[in-house]
């Protein structure tokens, strides 16, 4: 029979657990990372794992969310303290490729590569995936209405293309360390120009 926790045990062991997951997945990755390490970290029973999380993943998957969760919201301040100014495509393209480049920097991003992105969304249920890029759209539509942007565009769209920027970044070294940043002040600029 599983243990009973008080709100005060569980909201201690899922903090610590987001805690040993940052710090393994920062250091071995989404394969390496096991739920045998983290029980041993957290100094849990292995079944007590899985009353908070049906998965690694979805712990994992939790981890990078809070992370994405943070970042939105830095850029979101960043975004409303410009809005009582002129915005043009050139300056948010500079805002938001500097958070693309401190996304990058992040140890647990700068682990992860496509194939261990494309590892984690394969082990998530899909409507885990689904929310997560509703809650993009709704995140970059939340932030867009900030400023005067043209008639007709589809945010989901544009989320998609964000997205498309974001994967890009996870393929530095074929596209070649040399022209990457401004490539990728491009590929922003070329989305932001067509929106604003």
Known sequence: MPKSYSDQEKEYIVRRLKEEAAKCLA??????????ELVKRVNIPKGTFYLFYKSKELLLFEVIQDLHEAINNELATALSQMADQPITAEVLTELVFEFFKKTEEMP????MDSGEVELLVRKLPPEVVA????????????????FPMKKKVDVKVVSAAFHAVYFATLHKDEIGAEHYDEALKLMIYGILKQII
């Open 27 to 36: 250091q071995y990755g989404v394969r390496r990372t096991t739920v045998d």
């Open 131 to 146: 929310a997560h890029y509703q809650d993009d759209t709704d995140t970059i539509e939340q932030m867009f209405s900030m």
């Open 108 to 111: 647990i991003l700068k682990l």
